[in-house]
């Protein structure tokens, strides 16, 4: 093989066999972009308050984290804002994002080298509810032809192969809030089988009454009205959780194919994963997320010592919350590595959540500092070593990142530095 | 009932589908292929429904698979309007 041509600063590195990532978009209440979405989850800031992209004063649940400030037609061609949903338009500015930062522009690579993967939840269903009161109200002639695909869960991986002109392998994963990781671990297979690059991660969002309807059913949604007590995981006072809007897509390249190209930005790689399904309720077997924690481990060839900080699921309710502490001292020792949960300041973003915990690991370990859990007091009993109010500076080479889906998914994704560099 | 003209065509695609970049759907338009302006099928399925709402002409849409310039799509409309 001969040597890549970079240009610009030469960084030497060794290269990586197996998937890297090489640029990150991020659409998130934290921020528009991944280093305001950066600064402001290291600064601890809050970002869930009452909706405003409806009223909620009819329903229990009245906040969420919404992305503010986001102006569609100052990000997006005319072309494509009758036919979006909002989350959609948050996943094509995000992936705009991701593919820039990895300076991959379209026609730079074959159109069937690339793909795109992303996780969804509900699919576009503030623009589905438009279209069906109109169905209901006034009849199926005032219907948008667009209703064929804008609501569907699929179209954000659809719009993103359209406007980037990728047309490799491709698809979607529907499995709650496990799918940012799922979706990552589909790409990964993907690369193996050869395509060269996977636009992969989620974003997601159904902030609207019709979503909201289907988000109330799961008895999950915390009812307080307090925004910094609405949210609390692994916390006593836990009591559900906010829901959110938004997430990160990444570009996920073969090792041997970004230093061939000569991608100038490696995140890390994704060295391990794992997905487990939980038993059935009530026949008292152990729940399958320390499986999936062990099977991601084993697959990354890590030990847990190597471990350097846990992003937590942090469901919200005492049940939840509990199976996920006992699930990491069962691996790591009761404190045995400090974990955290950024999303207690976005709330939970379905199938975006788990790809920006992931996005938010990377950086991370990029900057070498822990980003807080906030608004939680630990409950003591669960012996977890809570990174919560400040950042903690640490020596950080591997993450691993936990989702879990509503409905039994379980999935485990292990990140590390692409360097090698360890001081710990 | 108005007769409806390249112009209603031009401000009727804008509304329901947006404009493409690097389209000027100002200039001579008229038997430009919809491709070429950036519209697919669905577009001219959504403007064709803007048109039926607007001025209550509706077409056999088996009709539209013809349908591929800005001149077609009028001459179709004219045909229905009748």
Not at chain 1, 134 to 148: C, F, I, P, R
Not at chain 2, 7 to 21: H, K
Request: hydrophobic share 40%.
């Amino acid at each position: 093989m001969t040597a890549p041509v970079v240009t610009g600063p030469v960084v030497t590195r060794p290269v990586v066999t197996g998937p890297v990532v090489t640029g990150i978009g991020i659409a998130a209440p934290t921020g528009l972009g991944t280093e305001e979405h950066w600064r402001a989850t290291l600064a601890g800031r809050p970002s869930i308050r009452r909706i405003t992209r409806f009223d909620p004063a009819p329903y229990p649940s009245q906040l969420a984290g919404e992305v503010t400030g986001f102006e569609p037609a100052d990000h997006l061609p005319s072309r494509l804002i009758p036919q979006t949903d909002h989350m959609t338009r948050l996943a094509l500015v995000a992936a705009a994002e991701a593919l820039a930062d990895a300076e991959v522009a379209n026609g730079d690579m074959p159109e069937f080298d690339m793909g795109v993967v992303t996780a969804a939840s509900a699919g576009g269903f503030e623009f589905g509810q438009n279209e069906l009161e109109k169905l209901w109200s006034k009849g199926s002639h005032h219907v948008s032809a667009y209703q064929s695909f804008a609501w569907f869960y699929a179209v954000n991986t659809g719009q993103i192969s359209i406007r980037h002109g990728m047309r490799g392998p491709s698809g979607v994963v529907v499995s709650d809030q496990s799918g940012g990781l799922d979706a990552i671990a589909h790409a990964r297979r993907h690369l193996r089988k050869g395509t060269k690059l996977v636009v992969t991660g989620g974003v997601d969002g159904s902030i609207c009454p019709w979503g909201w309807l289907g988000q109330l059913a799961s008895n999950r949604l915390s009812t307080s009205q307090d925004l910094d007590q609405a949210y609390l995981p692994f916390d006593t006072r836990a009591c559900g959780h906010v829901a959110g809007e938004g997430g990160a897509l990444l570009i996920v390249e073969d090792g041997e194919a970004a230093a061939e190209r000569g991608a100038r930005k490696l995140y890390g790689q994704i060295s391990g994963y794992a997905a487990t399904f939980d038993p059935k309720p009530g026949t008292g077997r152990e729940p399958a997320l320390r499986r999936a924690i062990l099977g991601a481990l084993a697959d990354a060839g890590a030990g847990p010592d190597e471990v350097d900080v846990v992003f937590a699921d942090a469901a919200g309710l005492p049940r939840l919350d509990h199976e996920e502490a006992t699930a990491i001292n069962a691996v790591f020792g009761p404190g045995g590595v400090p974990v955290t949960a950024p999303k207690t300041m976005t709330g939970r973003l379905y199938a975006g959540a788990a790809s920006l915990d992931v996005a938010t690991a990377l950086l991370a370990i990029r900057d070498q500092v822990i980003p807080p859990t906030i608004n939680v007091s630990p409950d003591p009993r669960l012996a977890l070593d809570l990174v919560t109010g400040e950042p903690r500076s640490a020596s950080l080479r591997t993450a691993l990142v936990l989702a879990r889906g509503y409905g039994g998914f379980n999935s485990a994704l292990v990140v590390q530095a692409v360097n090698g560099q360890r001081t710990k | 009932m108005a007769t409806i003209t390249i112009d209603d065509l031009r401000r009727i695609f804008e509304d329901v589908a947006g404009a493409d970049e690097g389209v000027n759907l100002d200039g001579d338009i008229i038997d430009t292929e919809f491709a070429e302006l950036g519209y697919d099928s669905i577009a001219v399925l959504e403007a064709v429904g803007q048109i039926r709402r607007d001025y209550g002409i509706s077409v056999d849409e088996d009709a539209l698979a013809e349908v591929h310039t800005p001149r077609s799509l009028l001459e179709l409309l004219h045909a229905y309007s009748g």
